[in-house]
Nanobody, 125 residues
Framework: QVQLVESGGGLVQTGGSLRLSCAAS????????MAWFRQAPGKEREFVAA????????YYADSVKGRITISRDSAKNTVYLQMNGLKPEDTAAYYC??????????????????WGQGTQVTVSS
């Protein structure tokens, strides 16, 4: 089992920045991929960014490229999501996810077995 705890959400104005953190605990040694998803009210959960734990390779949704950066600190078992240039459409609950299984894909929520409780990001216009 892997436990994930997100933090860092909040209220920010358009153009502002936030850094989300996701601390992993439990059986983290075999983590393959970690990702961030988000879900706005009335909408489906959508992929934001992912990182391969061993290689550090990163992947992003087109809607956030150039504004959002995913990174990891292996020593702390923590993944970060640095969000700059925030827009009102970025308002959502942000969820951290982890997968221990190899997969060439990274953007499907169904491939992640472990999820955090979510942290709310609200961007005011």
């Amino acid at each position: 089992q892997v436990q994930l705890v997100e933090s860092g959400g909040g209220l920010v104005q358009t153009g502002g920045s936030l850094r989300l953190s996701c601390a992993a605990s439990g059986r983290t040694s075999s983590t393959h991929t970690m990702a961030w998803f988000r879900q706005a009210p009335g909408k489906e959960r959508e992929f934001v960014a992912a990182i391969r734990w061993s290689s550090g390779s990163t992947y992003y949704a087109d809607s956030v490229k150039g504004r959002i950066t995913i990174s990891r600190d292996s020593a702390k078992n923590t993944v970060y999501l640095q969000m700059n240039g925030l827009k009102p459409e970025d308002t959502a609950a942000y969820y951290c996810a982890a997968s221990r299984l190899y997969s060439s894909s990274y953007s499907y929520s169904s491939q992640y077995a472990y999820w955090g409780q979510g942290t709310q990001v609200t961007v005011s216009s």
